[in-house]
């Protein structure tokens, strides 16, 4: 089962610039989650918001900054990122525990 | 501690061979729920599956068998005369606490070859 959508699938940014990454959830669940995926390392959960309040934060650098306007959409902006943040961004969305990811967006920073 | 082991980095096998990779968890809740998902190269996680700590039952779904273990603490999946389309990196997770945070094994990555 699918239904969550991420767009860029593919983004190439330099380290000054101001992108934003877009998750969509069909699923009508109510928790979603932002995800890093960096090569040879683990899944590094970011964010975490249930009924649109943020409700983890894992620590994550302030040049990352997420928003959830709504149950459906989930956003990721990035600012002045370096070239280690180079990475698959993987969104997810649950309702029961169950997460079912979005296809993710690969991020290259020059 | 909530931890997932996945001690199997990486497992190469031939078209039809039955492989076995191994999770192994830890957890001090008594509710608790076990999943594992497919990485293809594509890179989107596909759920296959989702267990409760009250049911140890085997299952099977295809080619597909998972083998929980509460004594173990292992939660152990099969693919039974793998597939090239198999290869992929597996990945077994631990659902813990609130908000339904989803603790990772490292992942074991697995080349099926012709």
């Known amino acids: 089962e699918t239904g969550v959508t991420q767009t860029p699938r593919h983004l190439v940014m330099g380290m000054t610039n101001k992108k934003s990454l877009k998750c969509e959830q069909h699923l009508g669940h109510n928790a979603m989650y932002w995800y890093k995926q960096s090569a040879k390392k683990p899944l590094e959960l970011m964010f975490v918001?249930?009924?649109?309040?943020?409700?983890e934060n894992n620590s994550v650098p302030s040049r990352f900054s997420p928003e959830c306007p709504n149950s459906s959409h989930l956003f990721l902006h990035l600012h002045t990122l370096q070239p280690e943040d180079s990475a698959l961004y993987l969104c997810?969305?649950?309702?029961?525990?169950?997460?079912?990811f979005g296809p993710g967006t690969r991020l290259l920073v020059l | 501690a909530q931890k997932v082991t996945q001690a199997q980095t990486e497992i190469s096998v031939v078209e039809k061979e039955d492989v076995t990779l191994d999770c192994v968890y830890e957890?001090?809740?008594?509710?608790?729920?076990l999943f594992w998902y497919k990485q293809p190269p594509s890179g989107e996680l596909v759920f296959l599956i989702r267990?409760?700590?009250?049911?140890?039952q085997n299952e099977i779904s295809g080619r597909y068998s998972w083998n929980f273990q509460k004594s173990t603490s292992s939660f152990n999946f099969t693919i039974t005369a793998s597939q090239v389309v198999d290869s992929a990196v597996y990945f077994c997770a631990l659902l813990s606490g609130g908000y339904n945070k989803l603790i990772f094994g490292a992942g074991t990555r697995l080349a099926v070859h012709p």
């Open positions: 267990r409760n700590s009250f049911d140890e």
């Open positions: 957890t001090r809740d008594t509710t608790y729920y």
């Open positions: 997810a969305s649950s309702q029961d525990g169950t997460q079912y």
């Open positions: 918001y249930s009924l649109e309040e943020r409700v």
